[in-house]
């Protein structure tokens, strides 16, 4: 695990590491700290998410408020602040879209904006999606709630209920299916990444590409959150 | 420094608990009793009651008797309109106002009325350790609001406590069960207790605990159960009428809940009140499958929380390892069966559901006295915070289901010209539109210099501590001008208030129920019938010749009593027609879960 430094603020000296060496006390971390540092990993595209998982948790064990309790209370403050840090840090670690957007935050030194436009690569999939959802808000608005077990047993198997249900796991696993191929895309410009140097056009190139991907990824979250919402709207 | 002790503080039953050897443990109380009942007796407000002793004089004091007073802790009066849970006290509160108690000839908070339960566990936690206990643990539903927690934490120190910890009960109980039971998975919490419905999904990796989502319903659970059993014996008895005799609802719900639980093991339970109301006794045969068609919408309403939950974690069914019942309800075969079809396995029933989140509670306590190190419990908030922004929106800073601690924020500015002051409108919830949500708290930033619209930053930061209760901090980032909240509970209310509510709680219970009753029944009755009738079309030749004969009977009786006044008349002839459709509403069921299996693509 990667070092970070930092100044001990009980005892003054000098610590890598959680916890201060020579007086035992929780270190502070700083309100911007890198992630990828937090957790011992290089910025890159990709990561081990068994391993990330498992520091996290050992992490935990260390660092939660509950593990803390006896502590003096400056220390429990700082405690509630490391943990919080550690909880966002795996958020986002864990999850390739927020990965990748963090990652791109970083090399243009601006958090990248949310994703506002339907990129290409999905276009068809969106409009898909997006003609169903109309259809089937148009019958979920047409229909009443059931009030009796057989009235809900009809509404359970009617004709257009069950197509729609049919098109949207078909669209589900379509959509599946795009989320592994940009996992995909990563793992392999990941692979490219220790290639390219920081600062040069090649290494602009990958990450503008990533840049892409998180957008791609933010799109079909939306997508499989809708097509979710509606399967369960219709299946209740 | 004294010990730490777990608290389920439920709806229906409380327990307490305390890690001993490493090993948690339910203390009894003196007559060895393991649940204590969450019931009130406030006749004379300078000696409450608690417990059995309570329940024992409920009869007697009908309306100074409360029980389920946790459905209405951290609640305003809109919420809680239509609220049909089966009382015999009055509970006041309009529109923004706190909700509170009416017995023993004054006002009470709930959460006041919580502490007096409270103070019952603490003497007979006292009495078994042999030494002053003031430090707990308290359980609340995973789906509990700040507000709600906020009440129960005061519960906690109207008791004498310093309460070291809310937690979540399903996330309790699941301490509670991996503590010896699994290394590694996924679970799924299933509780259903007396008053309130969580399901939440949990991943257990040696001593960590981590929940990954949750979702559930403050207001469904036993007691709405009792209440629709309630309904179904007064149908049955209709020249009894109890809606002015306190005493006959009470026992009239007593003996609603004996029939509920004998119906977890029978096929079928005689109701016998000798003298029920004016002279006359109430008998009547309640089956098993009776008792199910009256509870089935409420059941099937956990099913879309636990996709929602399944959903929210990312996972499939497949990926659970184990289901876990938590929480009385959770006995009641129909509530198995339906947990069982959702989650495509049987439930693993080897806790005790009336025990396992006091246990787990115990687990807590002993983590924060230091004694059990190795454990780690990984909690998430339930629902999603944020702000007012333009257009009444709700503007998410915290969304639902992540890990806490936590902080967050975000930067604001502006909407006009030379504006020196900003409201905060604090929410939480899961709707589009600030309206919707429940409101925690209003705050104004003031001081912030003129300049134009869109100019001033503002940073907003929510922190959730370890026990889920949100701060608030406002700054102006050019002034540094701060601002930090600590979101109380709901307002509280003049006594002025109280009094003029207490009287327009009694005006407004004379209007005209019955009639609305009617209506009700006819517009749901039609409904049935043309149901009925297009089932019988699609799959009616999958029934046997006497089967369809009793629901063309039925049938024929609904449509009969569908024009007349008799609502009794009417309402029998529903149910009858509702017992006779079972197995075909079953066979349709069946017939669309094999569809949708059929159409799911295989992987």
């Not at chain 1, 209920?161 to 989320?179: H, M, P, Q, Y």
């Not at chain 2, 009470?108 to 007096?116: N, S």
């Not at chain 2, 539903?141 to 519960?155: E, G, L």
Request: aromatic fraction near 4%.
């Amino acid at each position: 695990m990667k070092e970070i430094k930092v100044k001990c603020l009980s005892c003054g000296s000098l610590e890598g590491g959680d916890f201060c060496g020579t007086c035992h006390t929780v270190l502070p971390i700083e309100q911007d700290v890198d992630y990828f540092r937090l957790f011992g990993l290089e910025p890159r595209p990709a990561v081990d998410r068994e391993a990330l998982k498992a520091t996290f948790l050992d992490l935990s064990q260390k660092l939660h408020p509950d593990h803390n309790v006896q502590a003096d209370p400056e220390t429990r403050v700082r405690v509630l602040g490391v943990s919080a840090q550690l909880n966002r840090g795996y958020t986002t670690l864990v999850d390739t879209k927020e990965r990748l957007r963090y990652l791109v935050g970083k090399a243009h030194d601006e958090e990248p904006a949310e994703a506002n436009r339907v990129p290409h690569e999905i276009m068809e999939l969106f409009f898909e999606v997006h003609d169903l959802m109309q259809e089937v808000d148009a019958h979920l608005k047409a229909r009443k709630p059931a009030a009796s077990r057989i009235a809900a047993a009809v509404a359970e198997t009617d004709v257009d209920k069950v197509r729609f249900l049919d098109a949207i796991a078909g669209l589900k696993a379509r959509t599946r299916e795009r989320f592994a191929a940009v996992e995909d895309e990563v793992a392999k410009l990941d692979a490219a990444w220790d290639a390219t140097r920081e600062g040069t056009g090649e290494r602009e190139k990958l990450v503008g590409r990533l840049a892409e991907l998180a957008d791609v990824l933010a799109y079909l979250g939306r997508l499989k959150t809708s097509l979710a919402q509606k399967e369960l709207a219709l299946s209740t | 420094m004294s010990k730490i002790i777990g608290i389920d503080l439920g709806t229906t039953n409380s327990v307490v608990a305390v890690m001993d050897l490493g090993v948690p443990s339910v203390i009894p109380d003196a007559e060895g009793r393991r649940l204590t009942p969450s019931v009130v007796g406030l006749a004379d407000p300078d000696a409450p009651l608690v417990g059995v002793a309570a329940q024992r004089q409920a009869a007697v004091h009908a309306t100074d008797t409360v029980a389920s007073v946790k459905r209405f802790m951290g609640r305003r009066g809109d919420e809680i309109e239509g609220e049909a849970m089966a009382r015999t006290y009055t509970v006041i509160g309009k529109g923004d106002a706190a909700v509170k108690v009416v017995a023993g000839g004054r006002t009470w908070a709930p959460e006041e009325v919580a502490a007096k339960v409270l103070e019952k566990l603490k003497a007979d936690a006292e009495r078994y350790l042999e030494e002053p206990v003031s430090r707990a643990v308290i359980t609340v539903p995973a789906y509990f609001n700040d507000a709600q927690r906020a009440a129960t934490k005061r519960a906690g120190e109207l008791a004498g406590f310093t309460v070291e910890r809310i937690i979540n009960e399903p996330t309790a109980a699941c301490l509670a069960y991996g503590m010896d039971r699994m290394k590694q998975g996924v679970v799924a919490v299933y509780d259903l207790g007396g008053g309130t419905f969580d399901i939440s999904i949990v991943e257990i990796r040696g001593n960590v605990f981590k929940v990954l989502s949750t979702t559930g319903n403050t207001r469904l659970g036993g007691d709405d159960f009792d209440r629709s059993v309630m309904d179904w014996l007064l149908m049955k008895a209709p020249d009894i009428d109890v809606s002015a005799d306190l005493e006959a609802q009470t026992r009239l719900k007593e003996a609603a809940e004996a029939a509920k639980c004998a119906l977890s093991t029978q096929e079928a339970f005689e109701v016998a009140i000798p003298f029920l109301s004016g002279g006359k006794s109430l008998n009547a045969v309640l089956t098993r499958a009776t008792f199910e068609s009256l509870i089935a919408s409420r059941v099937d309403e956990t099913r879309a929380a636990c996709l929602q939950a399944l959903h929210d974690a990312s996972l499939e069914p497949e990926a659970i390892e184990a289901v876990i019942l938590v929480g009385g309800s959770t006995r009641i075969p129909l509530v198995r069966r339906v947990v069982a079809q959702v989650f495509g396995k049987e439930p693993d029933t080897s806790v005790n559901p009336d025990e396992a989140v006091a246990l787990g509670a115990g687990v807590q306590a002993g983590i924060l006295a230091g004694g059990v190190s190795d454990t780690l419990l990984l909690d998430v908030t339930p629902l999603s915070l944020g702000i007012e922004t333009f257009g009444g929106l709700m503007n998410v800073i915290i969304p639902r289901n992540t890990t806490i601690p936590t902080k967050a924020g975000e930067l604001f500015t502006t909407a006009v010209d030379g504006q020196k002051a900003v409201n905060i409108h604090v929410l939480q919830g899961e709707r589009e539109m600030a309206g919707d949500n429940w409101t925690l708290g209003r705050f104004s930033l003031e001081g912030i210099e003129a300049q134009p619209a869109g100019i001033p930053r503002i940073g907003v930061q929510f922190t959730i501590d370890a026990d889920g209760i949100l701060h608030v901090l406002a700054r102006d980032t050019a002034t540094g001008k701060e601002k930090v909240v600590r979101m109380k509970a709901a307002v509280d209310i003049s006594d002025a208030d109280v009094e003029h509510m207490v009287q327009q709680a009694v005006a407004h219970a004379r209007a005209d129920v019955q009639k609305r009753q009617l209506v009700e029944a006819q517009l749901s009755a039609d409904e049935m019938l043309r149901a009925t009738a297009k089932a019988l079309e699609r799959y009616g030749d999958r029934l046997e010749a006497t089967e369809r004969q009793r629901i063309d009977r039925a049938w024929k009786a609904v449509k009969e009593a569908i024009d007349g006044d008799d609502l009794n008349g009417l309402k029998e002839a529903k149910q009858a027609l509702d017992e006779a459709t079972q197995r075909l509403a079953d066979i349709m069921f069946a017939e669309a879960v094999k569809d949708r299996a059929a159409a799911k693509p295989h992987e």
